[in-house]
C-alpha cells in the first residue's frame, strides 16, 4: 500500500446540539483519487471543512503529511497554514474574484508560496519582479492545463459556470498542493464538461503526483475515476470501498444510490 497523505481518525463535529459528524475516519493515500459521496446534508462540505481549517472538529484527529514526512495534526490549525502545508481546495459555492481577471485569479493562488514580501512589492526590485514573471508564467500554465489559456484577460464574472469551475481548480494548483480537495466540481456542468473534467483529474493525478478527495453528485463521473470511494449518511460513515463493492452495498443503495437505480 502506497503512503497515506490523509488520515481521519473518528471526528465528529457538534453545531450545538446537533452531530454533523460522527466518529468519521478515511485515509487517503499517495496518488490516490478519493471519492466522499452521500446525500444532501450528510455532512460532506462539514468533513471537508473540519480537514481544511475552517471548523475544528470537536473531537478525533485529522493528519496529514507533510512534505517533509512527518504527520502534521491540523485541528484547529487556520486554514492558510493548511494550505502551506500542502492541501488545496474548492468549493461548492464558487469564490473567485468576480471583477479580477482570470489570469489575476489564478496569481492570488500564488500568494502563499511567494517570497518577495512586503517590501519586495514596493520597491519593484530586480527579484520581486523575476519573481512576478515566474508566477505570471506558472499561473497561465495553469490555465492551460484547465483549457482556460485563451480567457486569461477575461473577467472571471464573464466566464461560464462550467468554465468557473475549472479556473476554481487552476486557482487551488497555483498554491502547489499533494493533497486536492474538490467540493462537486462537475456541479452545473453539461455532459461534455463533465467528461472533460474526468479527464483532467487524472492528468493532474499523473502529471502533479497528487493525492485528490473529491465529494460529488454525478455517480457516473465517481465509479469512472475514483480508486476508493466514501459513503456518509446523517454524519456517519456507513460504507467504503472501491466502486463495485460500494454500488453494490445494501446501506448504500438504500441510503443514496435508491432500490433498483443502475449506477
Known amino acids: 500500500m502506497s503512503e497515506t497523505v490523509l488520515n481521519v481518525n473518528e471526528i465528529c463535529k457538534d453545531f450545538g446540539g446537533i452531530r454533523a459528524l460522527d466518529e468519521v475516519s478515511l ?11 452521500g446525500p444532501n446534508g ?29 504527520d502534521r495534526r491540523v485541528n484547529g490549525m487556520k486554514a492558510n497554514h493548511v494550505t502551506e502545508l500542502g492541501t488545496a481546495r474548492t468549493f461548492q459555492n464558487i469564490r473567485l474574484f ?47 492545463l484547465v483549457g482556460l489559456e485563451q ?31 474538490l467540493d462537486e ?7 461534455q464538461e463533465t467528461l472533460a473534467l474526468q479527464d483532467l483529474i487524472i492528468k493532474l493525478r499523473e502529471e502533479y503526483d497528487m493525492s ?8 457516473k463521473m465517481v465509479m469512472s475515476v475514483s480508486d476508493s470511494i466514501f459513503v456518509l449518511d446523517y454524519g456517519r460513515l456507513i460504507a467504503s470501498g472501491n466502486a463495485e463493492e460500494v454500488s453494490e452495498n445494501p446501506a448504500v443503495i438504500k441510503a443514496y444510490l435508491g432500490e433498483g437505480e443502475d449506477v
Open 27 to 37: 485515509t487517503v493515500h499517495n496518488k490516490e483519487i478519493a471519492a466522499l459521496i
Open 42 to 70: 450528510a455532512g460532506k462540505t462539514t468533513f471537508f471543512n473540519c480537514i481544511t481549517g475552517i471548523y475544528t472538529p470537536t473531537s478525533g484527529d485529522v493528519l496529514l503529511k507533510s512534505k517533509e514526512g512527518q
Open 98 to 144: 468576480p471583477s479580477m481577471t482570470t489570469l489575476e485569479n489564478v496569481m492570488i493562488g500564488t500568494h502563499c508560496r511567494s517570497k518577495s514580501g512586503i517590501w519586495g512589492a514596493i520597491s519593484r526590485n530586480r527579484k520581486s519582479r523575476s519573481e512576478e514573471n515566474e508566477v505570471i508564467e506558472k499561473s497561465y500554465h495553469l490555465l492551460e
Open 151 to 181: 480567457y486569461a484577460n477575461e473577467l472571471a464574472c464573464n466566464l461560464p459556470y462550467g468554465k468557473q469551475r475549472r479556473l476554481e481548480i487552476a486557482r487551488a494548483m497555483a498554491t502547489d498542493p499533494f493533497l486536492l480537495l
Open 185 to 191: 466540481p462537475a456541479a452545473g456542468m453539461n455532459p
Open 212 to 219: 485528490i478527495l473529491l465529494i460529488e453528485h454525478d455517480m
